[in-house]
């Protein structure tokens, strides 16, 4: 990461950092090894006991990705941070009564996944309500994906050594400290916009925007300059992932760029509005298939993961711990590594790529009993996502309108989910037949499928955009360095 990068962070990003990453270390230790590790080795290693607590933890996510996308579009994310920070704190304090009794522990993953994926889609549409342009947008988005990946390493680890001396719910415990401490200095982070600076591009209409190539470029500076003046800033390079040359309330369909206007409505219908900007739009409908592709093989993981650390590994629960920081590390790697990736590789088929060496790395961890060679899969798997996570998120950030931020990453959030939870109710039934390691090596092998399958579309994704350059632009990954 280049001084350049470290200066032209302000102070209210680097609060927000702060923040993120103290509740990511919280959460990553009580979602691991308190939830994930818990169902497991608290319940005797039962399979399906585990899916039902991950089927709860998905299902709370899908509601909550739909009501945290809503609210955050109504009050914006710093109050949504901080009333869900009061809502996470409380059930995290009230984990350790659930001790022994499964039923109790699957009422509690459900309202533990519903408060956290509302707090977790707060913390992700916050940046394009600090900045606007391409810079700022990516810049916001490259701290808090690295603060979040620094947190995969310590979370589990710092969760490891504190269940390797007290119980185990005192991951929770932990988990409720770091969400109030990171509360309070969200307190010291302002919003710089709101949804409300669009109102003059809403009274545009759809048919007033087809613009022809020069004028789509001059507009676009116009309204960019015309920001600046109005919140006293200073444009500045692109310093980050990848990302589109758009005003606040822009989405791109296909080869045109339009103005789309966001209805106000309850909570289902703004999840609507969320899913008619996706469909309407072609990048966003192949960054929702990408994203698709990425989490459905990982359903059986969910289930059966656990239960292999469990049954066939035979280790201790603290050790789900080290293994997943190993896998954080790879996440760092990844990330960083992304800088030196040239322009040419950054398009849509990296995506591809990504999702392939995913899910080479799951199976080479799921298909040996050395704890060492579990580790470099994880490893593996870690770097790939630590590519494609930072990619992908800032691709649908960059566009969908401000306004719909939040209800574009909930609803894609809510399919991904949802779709998770084919593999994870069959696994149990197909572990009983085939046996848990079998059915995570063919799990594990998903992802590869999916990526041969979306190639073409990627393919054909990245002609339009080297034939259309001016309308999407794809910057290069130095931002990161």
């Not at 990511?24 to 039902?52: K, N, R, S």
């Not at 299902?59 to 109050?79: F, Q």
Request: net charge neutral; aromatic share 10%; proline share 3%.
């Amino acid at each position: 990461m280049n001084r350049e990068l470290l200066v032209s962070i302000n102070i209210n990003e680097r609060w927000l950092t702060v923040a993120n990453f103290a509740r990511e270390v919280g959460m990553q230790a009580a979602y691991h090894i308190g939830v994930l590790g818990y169902a497991a080795f608290g319940f005797g290693g039962d399979a399906t006991t585990v899916m039902a607590v991950m089927l709860m933890l998905n299902l709370s996510g899908m509601v909550g990705s739909i009501i945290g996308g809503s609210i955050v579009d109504k009050i914006g994310p710093r109050k949504t941070v901080l009333w869900a920070s009061i809502f996470v704190t409380i059930i995290c304090l009230i984990a350790g009564l659930t001790h022994g009794n499964v039923t109790a522990f699957v009422i509690f993953a459900a309202f533990f996944g519903l408060a956290t994926t509302i707090l977790n889609t707060a913390y992700t549409s916050f940046a394009p309500y600090l900045e606007r342009s391409k810079s700022g947008l990516r810049r916001v988005n490259s701290f808090l994906t690295i603060g979040a990946f620094i947190a995969v390493v310590v979370g589990p680890a710092l969760g490891a050594i504190v269940t390797g001396r007290l119980p185990v719910y005192s991951v929770f415990i932990l988990m409720a400290i770091v969400t109030v401490a990171a509360a309070l200095i969200i307190l010291r982070v302002k919003e710089k916009h709101a949804p409300k600076d669009d109102e003059a591009d809403d009274e545009v209409s759809e048919d007033d925007l087809v613009f022809g190539e020069t004028e789509y470029s001059h507009a676009l500076e116009f309204e960019a300059e015309k920001e600046a003046r109005e919140h006293g800033i200073t444009l500045t390079d692109p310093v980050r992932v990848t990302s589109t040359s758009l005003t606040a309330g822009t989405a791109f369909t296909g080869r045109n760029a339009s103005k789309r206007r966001v209805k106000k409505s309850g909570p289902f219908g703004e999840a609507l509005e969320g899913w008619n900007i996706i469909r309407k739009s072609r990048n966003l409908r192949y960054y929702l298939m990408i994203a698709v592709g990425m989490v459905f093989g990982f359903g059986a993981f969910d289930a059966l993961e656990p239960v292999y650390f469990y049954q066939i590994l035979q280790v201790d629960i603290s050790m789900l711990g080290w293994i997943y920081a190993v896998g954080g590390v790879g996440l760092i790697v990844g990330v960083i590594l992304l800088a030196a990736f040239p322009l040419k590789w950054v398009n849509a088929r990296l995506l591809i790529v990504l999702l392939v060496i995913c899910g080479i790395g799951s199976i080479a961890y799921i298909a040996t009993l050395n704890l060492w060679w579990v580790a470099a899969g994880q490893m593996v798997l870690g770097f790939a996502f630590g590519v494609f996570d930072p990619l992908l998120r800032t691709m649908v950030q960059a566009d969908s309108p401000l306004k719909a931020v939040g209800r574009v990453l909930g609803t894609i959030n809510m399919f991904t989910l949802g779709l998770l939870l084919i593999p994870l109710v069959l696994a149990p039934w197909l572990s009983n037949l085939f046996g848990v390691q079998q059915v995570l090596i063919v799990a594990g092998a998903l992802p590869i499928v999916f990526g041969l399958l979306l190639y073409p579309s990627g393919k054909r994704v990245d002609k339009d955009a080297a034939a259309d350059g001016s309308r999407r632009q794809i910057e290069s990954v130095s931002a990161l360095d």
